[in-house]
């Protein structure tokens, strides 16, 4: 049964996998894209556990691959909400190399995932977040940042786009060059 008022650390869900071979990349290390993977498939279910709906991930912010991963580590994924929107939810995931002979701990990424909750196929209102700590209320408010940095940013590019047709190849020369 689904808490009416929940907090960050009520959403928590925690994902483990071994690194096999087949996840490799041409380094031995894990492919970063088999990570990106495992990070949507856990916001997934972080975000469908909180709003009770269908969920689809609408952007995936700055992904940090702080260490690389290698097989036969197993990958721990720590996923919670940590902000939303009306229908939107930010997930944040840390991801953990775990060494099972040595049971030594990395953190290796950080990803910060938007969803959206679905109801028919449209975005559909979700539940409140309830921030108790001045962990999650720090958390939350970052998230609400990033939110109107990114929206902020999608409108100058916007406005560039629609501008760039009215540019000469000597302004947009400039434009490359200034810093």
Avoid at 20 to 46: K, Q, R
Avoid at 65 to 78: A, T
Avoid at 144 to 160: G, I, M, P, S, V
């Amino acid at each position: 049964m689904r808490k009416e008022k929940q907090s960050p650390a009520d959403t928590e869900v925690y994902v483990t996998q071994l690194m096999t071979p087949e996840w490799a990349n041409f380094f031995g290390n894990v492919h970063g894209g088999a990570v990106l993977s495992l990070v949507d498939n856990t916001s997934y279910v972080c975000a469908a556990r909180f709003s009770g709906e269908i969920c689809v991930t609408a952007s995936v912010d700055r992904v940090e691959f702080h260490q690389p991963i290698h097989v036969k580590e197993l990958l721990n994924l720590v996923a919670r909400i940590i902000y939303v929107g009306r229908s939107s939810m930010e997930v944040e995931i840390k991801v953990y190399a775990e060494d099972i002979p040595t049971g030594a701990v990395r953190h290796t990424n950080t990803c910060h995932v938007t969803m959206v909750a679905l109801k028919d196929g449209k975005p559909t209102s979700v539940p409140p977040l309830v921030c108790r700590t001045r962990e999650e209320k720090a958390a939350y408010i970052q998230a609400k940042l990033r939110r109107t940095t990114n929206r902020a940013q999608q409108l100058q590019t916007e406005d560039f786009l629609k501008s760039l047709d009215q540019m000469t190849d000597e302004e947009l020369d400039k434009m490359m060059v200034e810093k």
